[in-house]
């Protein structure tokens, strides 16, 4: 029972203090280490660029949250590779179009709409569509679609930086390995949490509150990301 | 796969998450994120800081048109952060400078970016890792020419930074 209960704590208290942790460094954009390596360097620089691909994704609290609701009640091995596929499939698709084609986003709009990705997932785990629509929407079409939002936020994180033509896609794709061996080391631990609280009578009990605890992060990042268009 | 819950469960579970972020967003993100602080409750717990710091450099920094005096600015590198203070320079405009750190030696580099490029282009003047220098340098273009300083130690550093010559502060980067 103290262990249940233990555990319980401590993965709200992860759900809570892990986006928090690195809200001042990553809140937008890339940190001062990063940003000072790509306006010093040019050419093909592909390890470095995995590393900012992948450290982008782990630190990136609105991705993972939003991977946090999807795997919510995927449980078997297959379909929590077909759903991460689809998301991967999603971003990558805008995040090498976007740079390449040069299509620019407002950086706050995008984030925002991930902001909504997450409070869309927090609502959809609760059944709220279900109430309302009378029917879910296909949960592999939406995963598909906000991880086409997901990649033009990170688009937009590469364009910050107008990179040199030179070098541009061998990086670009560099960059987007990265983002995959990011998510993956992300998901392996979201994925180890998950499914051991879900063994326990808690997981079902705490069902309601962590899906709340998620759409309110997601309005969070909403109104973070709104007011920061507001007011610049 | 998504759970049932009743109609008053899910209402709750709306205006309570709508409820908690709007309290976090305006007693703690809004103030430190951007400075906006209508309760003050974010000033308060300090959490305003992160703006008010820089806001008061830029004040001390800016200014002036064109001018041969002399000019002194105190700047605070934060632990393990890098910091860039910049100049406008026409090209063969000349800069004198000096600059000290209060403790230990930092990594600078000296250089300048012609204007209006967007490739990310730039020259170095000056790459090392001391704990002052003195010196001279004249723009080779148009552009926007000064010192990158990075703390690796994990306390904050600060520099006093005098020059004159021909130039524009842009300050803080």
Known sequence: MFSKFTLSIFVIAALIIIPLTSFQTFAHGVDETTRHFLLNNSGVQLTPFMYIGAKHMVTGYDHLLFLVGVLFFLYRGKEVLLYVSLFTLGHSLTLLTGVLANITVN???????????????????????????????????????????????????????????????????????????????????????????????????????????LMSAGFMLVGMQLTGYFIN | MEKNIKKTSLIKAIISSLVIAATTLILFILPAEYNIDPTGVGGTLGFTVFNEPLNEKQRIAEPTSNNLEEKRVLLTIPAGRGIEYKLAMAKFEKVSYQWQTNKGPVYVDLHGEPKGDTSGYFESYTIATVDHMKGSFTAPFDGSHGWYWKNTTDSAIEVQLTFSGQYIVEGLK
């Open chain 1, 107 to 213: 950086a706050y709009l995008i984030d925002a709409i991930i902001g909504l990705s997450v409070v869309y997932k927090g609502f959809d785990n609760l059944g709220g569509f279900k109430h309302y629509l009378g029917k879910q929407p296909n949960t592999k079409v939406a995963v598909l679609i906000f991880g086409l939002f997901h990649g033009f936020g990170l688009a937009t994180k590469i364009q910050a930086f107008e990179l040199p033509s030179e070098g541009l896609v061998s990086n670009l794709i560099a960059f987007n390995v990265g983002v995959e061996l990011g998510q993956f080391f992300a998901l392996m631990f979201i994925l180890l949490v998950i499914n051991v609280w879900r063994r326990y009578e808690s997981f079902n009990r705490f069902t309601t509150t962590t899906n709340t605890a």
